[in-house]
């Protein structure tokens, strides 16, 4: 149905449209979620009405994924101490977790941290930040809840290359993630490292205009990968005092396909290597921040792993920039 749909409206620009067509193929997407009908994006559409639809599902999502999360530890809401919320993908002030509070039966003295901007990267750098609130305040449990509707970014009168890809790769979704010191079933994360490279800014992104937020993506993203990511993770992990050999687990962001090919070339894995975020590509699509999530959740519930193995969590996001989190199994 998107290739159908990708067809007809870019015809009318690119008169060769079956030669671009074959970009559905190669990002290995099978399935996707979005908060609209197919056919919303027929229509054209205003920012504020995107935006109020986003506000709206924002709200439903994250309070799902959050009770959600919740429930599978068995945690009170009375025993979070903080949220931290990260989104990207649309505009809310006062920001969505303030709306959770209420929703979660959360306490009023809750301490809310709204991330916004850091796109596909803000999972891993949201956990980072809420893993370092957690081990300050070791008796509160810590909420992390991501939410992106990248669908509600399409602009219809946008024929460029960039929104096709988009349209063929990007995704609505939502996660939320239970964090505290205290004796709990799931990873210690123990250390984290971030990046943004000076000069890149127009790698990735959101340009705002008219029709919203209309999406900036470089075709540059897996060359970056493979001319940069091996010095960055070999400083990342020296900087949590491992080395790079040690790490037995790679909970990578799946930019897309080709991006995941470049990590399995840097990581000196076979082809394909990277199992479980090619299984959330391929099931969810690309959901920006919230992908990451996806991809922790089902190591957590079905990767056969050894107790004290290392493992990173990554992403890159605009900036340009990169995050690590490392864990203990």
């Given at each position: ?16 449209v079956?030669r ?7 990002v290995?997407v099978?399935?996707r979620?979005?908060?609209?009908p197919?056919e ?28 959600r ?11 979070v ?21 209420p ?6 003295h809750t301490?809310?941290v ?14 980072a930040?809420?893993a ?36 063929a ?9 239970v ?31 008219e ?7 470089s ?21 949590a005092?491992i ?5 037995e ?13 470049a990590?399995?070339?840097v990581l ?13 590509l391929?099931?969810?699509?690309n ?7 996806f ?10 792993y050894?107790?004290?193995d290392?493992g990173?969590?990554s992403?890159?996001?605009p ?11």
């Open positions: 149905m998107a290739k159908d749909f990708a067809c007809a409206l870019f015809s009318e620009v690119y008169k060769d079956e671009l067509l074959p970009v559905f193929d190669n290995e099978d399935g979620y979005f908060c609209v197919p919303w994006f027929y229509e054209d559409h205003s920012f504020p009405e995107k935006n109020a639809l986003y506000v709206e599902h924002a709200l439903g999502l994250s309070e799902k994924a959050a009770r999360a919740l429930d599978k530890v068995g945690a009170d809401p009375s025993d101490g903080a949220i931290f919320f990260v989104s990207t993908s649309g505009l809310s002030t006062p920001s969505i977790d303030s709306q959770l509070l929703h979660l039966g959360l306490s009023e301490r809310r709204p991330i916004w901007g850091l796109g596909c990267a803000a999972g891993v750098g949201g956990l930040l809420a370092d609130y957690a081990r300050v305040y070791p008796e509160e449990l810590v909420l992390l809840v991501g939410v992106e509707l990248c669908g509600l970014t399409f602009q219809k009168g946008d024929r460029s290359k960039a929104n096709l890809v988009s349209t790769l990007f995704a609505d979704g939502a996660a939320a993630v964090l505290g010191c205290a004796p709990m079933d799931g990873l210690e994360l123990f250390a984290s490292h971030s990046t943004t490279w000076p000069g890149t800014e127009g790698v990735m992104g959101f340009d705002v205009t029709g919203g937020l209309r999406v900036q993506l075709q540059s993203v897996p060359r970056i990968v493979r001319e940069r990511m091996p010095e960055n993770l070999r400083t990342a992990c020296s900087s005092g080395s790079l050999e040690d790490l687990h790679f909970v990578t962001h799946p930019g897309g396909a080709k991006v995941l090919d990590f399995e070339e000196e894995l076979e082809s394909g290597g990277l199992v479980l975020p090619r299984e959330i391929r099931d969810y699509g959901m920006s921040s919230v992908t990451v999530l991809i922790l959740e089902r190591f957590l519930e079905g990767q056969d050894s107790a004290r290392y990173v969590l992403a890159m996001g900036g340009f920039s990169a995050e690590h989190v490392f864990f203990r199994c």
